[in-house]
């Protein structure tokens, strides 16, 4: 299949910048207060988390450069669920919940999208929109007609029909922001010192890719 035509997503550098990440959390998993991931703490939580959301950056990636968007919306939306859940569990107000989502215990692994948007709203966010993206990617990840006509342009593609990869050219712009805007989150959710967090000691220092990005990713918002 094709690959995407793009200049402003750079997958090596992503890469890296997901190698610089789990490299700093499996650092901090080795504290006292994680124990390598044994210690039940609200810590060892929000790592495990963490991980996981750079675990989904690859195939994610992956599907990207192969233009498979029929999974690619299903990953995201897996995605944010996870980035969601580790932010809300980062606030120190929810060590019962991340005590909780620890025992396994029915729905503790859902955000709660209000406690997100208060926080963004004190950071100075003007709008955040985490229902809306929530909704957003849930059209193309559950069987719904939107979704149906999608695989049927993706197919389309296979088989070389004329016109059906200049249907999902604005799908391939979208998610070259959707992948960087991810990446952007991931870091700042481990590198943020706000009050309201409990202490990652990370350092940023340590993952020159990720804080290169980070400051030079163009679209920051307050609270994000």
Not at 70 to 90: G, K, Q, S, Y
Not at 182 to 205: E, N, P, S, T
Request: one cysteine or more.
């Amino acid at each position: 299949m094709e690959k995407p035509a793009d200049t402003k997503l750079d997958p090596a550098q992503v890469r890296v910048c997901l190698d610089e990440i789990d490299a700093e959390l499996f650092k901090i998993a080795d504290s006292d207060e994680c124990q390598r991931f044994h210690a039940e703490t609200q810590l060892t939580a929000v790592l495990l988390l963490l991980l996981r959301a750079s675990s989904l950056m690859r195939p994610l990636l992956g599907l990207f450069e192969s233009l498979e968007f029929d999974a690619f919306d299903a990953v995201l939306r897996a995605w944010e669920e996870d980035w969601w859940l580790a932010h809300e569990l980062r606030l120190s107000a929810s060590a019962d919940k991340a005590a909780a989502w620890l025992r396994g215990e029915n729905d503790a692994w859902s955000a709660k999208i209000a406690v997100l948007v208060t926080f963004a709203k004190g950071r100075g966010h003007p709008g955040p929109t985490f229902g809306r993206d929530y909704g957003l990617l849930s059209k193309l990840a559950h069987p719904t007609r939107t979704a149906a006509e999608n695989s049927v342009t993706l197919g389309g593609i296979r088989k070389g029909i004329d016109g059906a990869r200049a249907e999902i050219a604005g799908a391939e712009r979208n998610n070259v922001e959707r992948i960087r805007n991810a990446v952007y989150r991931l870091i700042w959710l481990i590198g943020d010192q706000d009050a309201q967090f409990i202490k990652i000691r990370g350092d940023i220092k340590k993952m020159p890719t990720s804080e290169k990005f980070l400051a030079e990713y163009d679209k920051i918002e307050p609270g994000t």
